[in-house]
């Protein structure tokens, strides 16, 4: 590197989130869920490593430099490079800070390190992308989990079979990779789906790629380009479904209702499929 070609940048991006100082916490650490690149590496702590990468054109190594649990976090980049215009930014520093605010936790993230000198704009643009809205939607979407005395597998089949549980106003397929289906209630709610994800036993996520909500008056469409993820774990010997409909989130016109309503669907509807093979 150069001076020429590189200057040093210290940008920040606060958010603030409806959770506790302990809840944030651990769902910033838990990078493999929000962060935008495929990670790997072990539960985060001090002097842990783990990498980023972005198929074979973007990489780096990182080590946990400071560890406050509830309060702060910090990893510096000890590697790194991207291919396309062998840019480096080994060195740099990530800094998460968290202060409570109210019943509120106040999130700010530093980056610091160095920047290409014609990308400074770009690298604000990626710092309000992954913490505005990957890492807000990650902490503030909607969930509701789940805790049944059956097999992972049985509960990711219960979850395919979509018409007998969410809605019988169902068209298409919900069993495979790149499989579709629409909901739809005449004059009060249409969307459509496709299976971007599908770990048997494990994991199945749909993309919102259509909706209207006709009872909306700011967005009808505000469900397009969410994801609904099912994912599922074992608890001693039973199994927990944890749900999420990702960027369903306070600031949506629709959050209220369908928070209750994804309630009923997912504690009482499928729960009671998967339980008794209750169908609607």
């Not at 530093?110 to 704009?121: A, F």
């Not at 990626?126 to 913490?131: G, L, N, P």
């Not at 494990?202 to 099912?230: C, G, H, P, R, Y």
């Not at 994804?262 to 339980?275: E, G, Q, S, T, Y």
Request: aromatic letters at 12%; glycine letters at 4%; one cysteine or more.
């Amino acid at each position: 590197m150069t001076s020429k070609n590189y200057k040093t940048a210290a940008y920040s991006v606060a958010i603030e989130l409806s959770r506790s100082e302990p809840e944030v916490f651990d769902q910033v650490i838990d990078l493999s869920k929000w962060w935008p690149e495929d990670f790997e590496g072990d539960n985060l702590q001090l002097n842990s490593e783990f990498t980023f990468k972005t198929t074979d054109s973007h990489y780096s190594k990182n080590k946990v430099v400071e560890f406050v649990p509830t309060h702060k976090i910090v990893w510096l980049t000890t590697e790194s490079i991207r291919k396309t215009d062998n840019f480096d930014w080994t060195g740099t520093k990530m800094i998460f800070e968290l202060t409570p605010r109210g019943g509120n936790t106040l999130l700010k993230f530093t980056y610091d390190g160095v920047v290409p000198e014609d990308e400074y704009d770009r690298l604000v643009e990626v710092c309000d992308f992954v913490i505005k809205e990957k890492l807000y939607n990650f902490i503030e979407s909607f969930t509701a989990t789940i805790e049944l005395a059956r097999s992972p597998q049985d509960i990711f089949n219960s979850i395919k079979d979509v018409p007998v549980w969410w809605s019988k106003d169902f068209e298409g397929s919900s069993s495979q990779l790149n499989d579709e289906f629409v909901i739809h209630h005449p004059e009060r709610h249409y969307s459509r789906q496709k299976l971007t994800e599908v770990i048997p036993g494990k994991k199945v996520v749909w993309l919102v790629t259509e909706s209207k909500l006709n009872w909306l008056k700011k967005d009808q469409a505000e469900w397009t380009n969410t994801k609904m993820i099912f994912e599922i774990s074992t608890k001693k010997d039973t199994s927990v479904l944890q749900f999420t409909h990702e960027g369903l989130v306070p600031e949506k016109e629709c959050f209220d209702i369908c928070s209750q309503g994804w309630n009923l669907v997912i504690k009482d509807r499928l729960f009671h499929f998967i339980k008794e093979g209750k169908t609607i």
